[in-house]
């Protein structure tokens, strides 16, 4: 596939991104459809939080133009591939409009998109501290 066309899963809410998914309950619920933005829902996303703790959005693979990048693949789905034995996944896949130009599934195929409800592009600190509180209470019930 031609590189230009291929799409980041996990991009920002900017000009020329595409909305691909909805936080619920910890996760990402992908869209059937990813779904235009306008500069109107970017303004509305960010006012009170940053878009990205709420929603993932799919913008073209900028390879080497990316922290993510290790130089020949996404760092990203790379890091949760090691995960996948520790989650709850479906043997079905979700339906996604984005997957036949996503690097996460052109790169390790079905698994991505196992995976793929699992990567919240940004958490917030607060989170980060529950998470990490909980983590302790569980070594320190132990």
Same mark, same amino acid.
């Given at each position: ?74 760092? #990203? /789905? ?11 996944? *479906?043997?079905? +896949?979700?339906?996604?409009?984005? $997957? ?18 699992? #990567? /919240? ?11 990490? *509180?909980?983590? +302790?209470?569980?070594?320190?019930? $132990?």
């Amino acid at each position: 596939m031609e590189t230009e066309k291929i799409m980041c899963p996990s991009s920002r809410c900017k000009p020329g991104s595409k909305l691909l998914g909805i936080r619920q309950e910890g996760m990402i619920s992908i869209l059937p459809q990813a779904l235009e933005i306008d500069k109107n829902f970017i303004a509305r996303a960010n006012e009170d939080t940053n878009a990205e703790q709420r929603f993932r959005f799919a913008n073209k693979c900028v390879e080497g133009g990316c922290k993510q990048w290790t130089g020949s693949s996404c760092g #990203v /789905i790379e890091k949760m591939m090691g995960f996948i034995d520790t989650v709850t996944t *479906s043997a079905d +896949l979700p339906a996604c409009s984005l $997957r036949p130009q996503c690097r996460w599934f052109l790169q390790v195929g079905p698994d991505a998109c196992k995976m793929c409800p699992y #990567v /919240i592009t940004e958490i917030s600190q607060e989170e980060i501290d529950i998470y990490f *509180s909980k983590q +302790l209470q569980e070594v320190a019930g $132990r």
